[in-house]
């Protein structure tokens, strides 16, 4: 239970951390490499609690492609941003919670209490009235690029997603830290490789920026697939992507006096309903 409640939190600090970003400006090339290289250092000092002799062939390769469809994700992220905001971006990737849900119902038949598959279903609904809620006063749809971006990044998220589901019901348990210090090790060198192209900026708050976001992210992926070993996926997967997005928007809300619309206010309702069924 703990595992979930910081799962959630930190998925959603992960969005306002992109927020405050974008928000000032910031260069996104430059964060992004700092996240993922702080990421990934962040779990190496964890080898050596969790000793392996040798890291099979399984653990590089799934780490190694998480690294290249996280990094992937995080670059369809910025185009999405810059045209349709930050909040539509935040809104589709908390939507593709659905792929893993899948998965986890067709390949692992994983099943829920009724009380616990009622807060899912409640979670899953909270999602398009959030999204809904983001998309008032932006009343035409988007144009076919961006369409096509919003659904890839909808497809690789949930492929983020969909890879830490896959380790967590095949992998070692004792190579974790070894996984997450290769996806994100990979990621960095794909975002690394884009910022010596596009950008090669450096801006001490950038840095930083992107530190803490990484600190975020490795706490957040690590607690998601300890919240994994309590519940089931089609319980985590939607409870951490609803709660982190009312997370973001209440945040945003007092801090930024983005106030959610009637549909938000009501998929806020829904989710915290949602949350608190899940954990009974």
């Given at each position: 239970?703990?595992a979930l409640?910081?799962?959630?939190?930190?998925?959603?600090?992960?969005?306002?951390?992109?927020?405050?970003?974008?928000?000032r400006g910031g260069?996104?090339?430059?964060?992004g490499?700092?996240?993922?290289?702080?990421?990934?250092?962040?779990?190496?000092?964890?080898?050596?609690l969790?000793?392996?002799?040798?890291?099979?062939?399984?653990?590089?390769?799934?780490?190694a492609?998480?690294?290249?469809?996280y990094?992937?994700?995080?670059?369809l992220?910025l185009p999405?941003?810059?045209?349709?905001?930050?909040?539509?971006?935040?809104?589709?990737?908390?939507?593709?919670?659905v792929?893993?849900?899948?998965?986890?119902?067709g390949?692992?038949?994983?099943?829920?209490?009724?009380?616990?598959?009622?807060?899912?279903?409640l979670?899953l609904?909270a999602?398009?009235?959030?999204?809904l809620s983001?998309?008032?006063?932006q009343?035409s749809?988007?144009?076919?690029?961006?369409?096509?971006?919003l659904?890839?990044?909808?497809?690789f998220?949930g492929?983020?997603l969909?890879?830490g589901?896959?380790?967590?019901?095949?992998?070692?348990?004792a190579e974790?830290?070894?996984?997450f210090?290769?996806?994100?090790?990979?990621?960095?060198?794909?975002?690394?490789?884009v910022?010596v192209?596009?950008?090669?900026?450096l801006?001490?708050?950038?840095?930083?920026?992107?530190?803490?976001?990484?600190?975020?992210n490795?706490?957040?992926?690590f607690?998601?697939?300890?919240?994994?070993?309590?519940?089931p996926?089609?319980?985590?997967?939607?409870?951490t992507?609803?709660?982190?997005?009312?997370?973001?928007?209440?945040?945003?809300?007092?801090?930024w006096?983005?106030?959610?619309?009637?549909?938000g206010?009501?998929?806020?309702?829904?989710?915290?309903?949602?949350?608190?069924?899940?954990?009974?």
């Amino acid at each position: 239970m703990i595992a979930l409640g910081l799962a959630t939190i930190l998925t959603g600090a992960f969005a306002v951390i992109v927020r405050f970003g974008q928000r000032r400006g910031g260069d996104l090339h430059t964060i992004g490499v700092a996240n993922y290289l702080t990421a990934s250092l962040a779990f190496i000092p964890l080898l050596r609690l969790h000793p392996s002799p040798v890291v099979s062939h399984h653990t590089l390769l799934l780490g190694a492609i998480g690294g290249l469809v996280y990094a992937t994700a995080y670059y369809l992220f910025l185009p999405v941003m810059s045209s349709r905001g930050v909040a539509i971006g935040s809104a589709v990737t908390r939507v593709s919670v659905v792929l893993p849900m899948l998965l986890s119902l067709g390949v692992w038949r994983e099943a829920p209490t009724w009380v616990q598959a009622i807060g899912a279903a409640l979670a899953l609904a909270a999602l398009p009235l959030l999204v809904l809620s983001r998309l008032d006063g932006q009343p035409s749809p988007p144009r076919s690029r961006e369409f096509a971006l919003l659904a890839a990044l909808f497809l690789f998220n949930g492929g983020c997603l969909s890879v830490g589901k896959w380790y967590h019901a095949t992998g070692n348990l004792a190579e974790r830290p070894a996984y997450f210090a290769t996806l994100f090790g990979v990621a960095a060198l794909y975002t690394g490789a884009v910022w010596v192209v596009r950008s090669q900026r450096l801006d001490a708050l950038d840095v930083l920026t992107g530190a803490l976001l990484g600190l975020t992210n490795a706490s957040s992926n690590f607690a998601l697939l300890s919240a994994l070993d309590a519940f089931p996926g089609v319980v985590t997967f939607p409870v951490t992507a609803a709660g982190g997005l009312v997370l973001a928007v209440v945040f945003a809300a007092i801090w930024w006096k983005e106030l959610p619309t009637r549909l938000g206010a009501v998929g806020v309702l829904l989710a915290v309903l949602a949350v608190v069924l899940v954990n009974l």
